[in-house]
């Protein structure tokens, strides 16, 4: 898959894992992502979807900071919990929120195979053991959208590793270089700045 990185998600990372700070960077990572996707649907979808969204993202933030446990780069870390939402995706339908087209999802899934295992998570499940115990919101399906095949927003071809650009250059597995003097600051949610956003 491929992601953006930047200052912002580096400071995202030393948020989610700082004590306290974690719940302020959290509740803003949820809610732009949130924004992020409800934006690649048509506007009248975004009440329906909207708390289903919130509560699967919040848990995916603890799917962030186990897979960063289980030394996982941060972007790997993170294109696990994209694998995850596009899985979610898929499940209801939502073809036109998809990131990579559903051909290549038994692809990701393979490639982090032995994670999701551990931890229960598959295509049908995508939550598996990070499920929350007070669930989450339904909200309703769109089968006919998949049916279509039509995934506008997918990026395909890039299913073999995790491919990261920097706003300069494309490039393939692991991480950028994280910056030495990385700041809270710069973390969405911390400074008390609204982000725009990078996902």
Do not use: C
């Not at 894992?17 to 048509?42: E, N, Q, W, Y």
């Not at 999802?105 to 995508?126: G, Q, V």
């Not at 250059?169 to 982000?195: C, H």
Request: glycine fraction near 6%.
């Amino acid at each position: 898959m491929k992601l953006r990185q930047n200052i912002r998600h580096w400071a995202a990372k030393k948020a989610l894992t700082t004590p306290v700070v974690g719940d302020k960077a959290r509740s803003k990572l949820v809610d732009m992502h949130t924004r992020i996707f409800l934006d690649k649907t048509d506007e009248s979808n975004h009440d329906e979807r909207e708390a289903h969204l919130d509560d699967f993202f919040a848990a995916t933030m603890d799917t962030y900071v186990a897979a960063l446990e289980a030394s996982f780069t941060e972007a790997e870390a993170r294109e696990v919990t994209h694998i995850q939402a596009n899985f979610d995706f898929f499940n209801h339908g939502w073809a036109e929120m998809m990131e990579i087209p559903a051909a290549e999802l038994e692809e990701h899934y393979r490639r982090y195979d032995d994670f999701f295992a551990a931890n229960d998570i598959t295509i049908d499940d995508p939550l598996g053991d990070f499920h929350p115990a007070g669930g989450v919101t339904d909200a309703p399906t769109t089968p006919d959208a998949m049916a279509d095949g039509v995934f506008e927003n997918a990026v395909a071809g890039f299913a073999d590793d995790v491919y990261l650009d920097d706003g300069e250059t494309i490039s393939r597995g692991g991480d950028t270089e994280e910056p030495a003097d990385v700041s809270l600051d710069d973390s969405p949610g911390v400074s008390g700045e609204d982000a725009t956003a990078d996902d």
